[in-house]
């Protein structure tokens, strides 16, 4: 670093970069706080001197205004904090709502005041995300969804509340005394204990979406599908409670195609003929899959020791293990059926468009015909007029 001084002020050179004596002057504060310098300056005082400048430079810069790229980085902090101060002017809830990772946009006050209910009440310190998705489907308003949630909340605990309203958030749409209700349906319709129906909701929040009447017509179908006895039926359910929401069809489509495969092997027939209410309920968790498991093994014929609780109660990865070759037969077979499934998807638009084309050049050509006809009798008027 290398000093020069002039009449002016003091001025630096620093990397080659030289400011004039015009762009470092010093004000006359400068120069009452510093001596006067000679014009030579001795080897000995030149250090002093460059501190001295640097000094001046720095209480230079220091004194200027914040450039134009420092007051555009702050525009948005203030700008957020005026919307935060608009919030706040705004928010009339009684729960106050506490900064989090949030879902919630800024400006989504509806959102943000069922977030700090979720927080208040629920001790949750955020809205879950599925909450946060099906939002647009609660046509509840926040101080129904208020009274709700915290009868809920004295009535089977927060945890429990929680749970139920993460799995199924449309349940936000109820009153408290329609959810006791229904719980004495289900209490009388399965015989249960009042301490046994907490269970069944964190298994199937769903039934409390459904009446009365739904639910007995939901059990009552269960020994159209299955030959099982009430006591039977009634285990299932305690098992399986979402077999009470599944649709009639669903579940008959389901069974009889276990039954169709279980045919195929006397030993999986008399497993299904004395099928229990637990091995049913395993089955219809994921039907899907275990249906997928029985048709590979009916038709490559592999493991014929195998009882039906040996191909349905192994995991996923426990099961595949033991048969390398189901991992490939299985992807094979998804890709047939969803190309035959888009096939029959493109099928069935090519043919309401014919239909539709159809129906419109019908439409055309009736209005052509009514147009021709009114064309003739307009002639024929024209020529009796003339005849006259």
């Not at 249960?192 to 639910?215: G, N, V």
């Not at 999986?268 to 048709?295: N, V």
Request: aromatic share 6%; proline share 5%.
């Amino acid at each position: 670093m290398q000093a020069f001084v002039s009449s002016g002020g003091i001025g630096l050179c620093r990397h080659q970069n030289v400011l004039s004596p015009s762009q470092c002057s010093t004000s006359s504060r400068h120069a009452a706080a510093a001596p006067a310098v000679r014009s030579s300056v001795s080897g000995s005082s030149t250090s002093g001197l460059q501190i001295r400048c640097q000094a001046v430079a720095e209480a230079d810069d220091a004194t200027e205004p914040p450039s134009a790229s420092r007051q555009f980085r702050r525009q948005p902090q203030q700008q957020h904090q005026q919307q935060q101060q608009q919030q706040q002017q705004q928010w009339t809830y009684k729960y106050k709502w506490r900064p989090c990772p949030s879902c919630c946009a800024a400006d989504d006050l509806h959102c943000r005041e069922v977030e700090a209910l979720i927080q208040n009440v629920l001790s949750f310190p955020n809205m879950p995300a599925r909450i946060h998705k099906l939002l647009p489907a609660i046509t509840a308003d926040i101080n129904s969804m208020t009274r709700f949630t915290e009868s809920m909340a004295s009535h089977f605990g927060k945890e429990l509340t929680l749970c139920y309203i993460r799995k199924e958030p449309r349940l936000l749409n109820l009153d408290f005394d329609t959810v006791l209700n229904r719980c004495s349906s289900m209490r009388e319709l399965l015989g249960i204990r009042d301490s046994d129906i907490p269970q069944m909701l964190r298994k199937c929040p769903r039934l409390l979406l459904a009446d009365s009447q739904a639910l007995k017509a939901a059990y009552d179908h269960i020994p159209r599908v299955i030959a099982f006895t009430p006591a039977l039926v009634r285990a299932l359910v305690t098992k399986y409670p979402p077999v009470l929401v599944m649709s009639p069809q669903r579940l008959a489509a389901s069974v009889e195609r276990l039954r169709q495969l279980c045919y195929t092997r006397e030993e999986w027939a008399r497993d299904f003929e004395g099928i229990t209410p637990s091995l049913l309920a395993y089955f219809l968790r994921d039907a899907t899959d275990q249906l997928m498991r029985l048709e590979y093994l009916a038709s490559t014929g592999e493991r014929p020791e195998w009882q039906l609780r040996e191909v349905m109660k192994p995991a996923g990865r426990s099961f595949r293990s033991k048969l390398r070759n189901f991992g490939q037969w299985e992807l094979r077979v998804k890709q047939r059926r969803a190309q035959a499934k888009a096939a029959a998807a493109a099928a069935q638009q090519q043919a309401a468009q014919q239909a539709e084309a159809a129906a419109i050049k019908a439409e055309l050509l009736a209005v052509e015909e009514a147009g021709g006809g009114a064309g003739k009798q307009q002639q024929r008027q024209q020529q009796q007029q003339q005849q006259q």
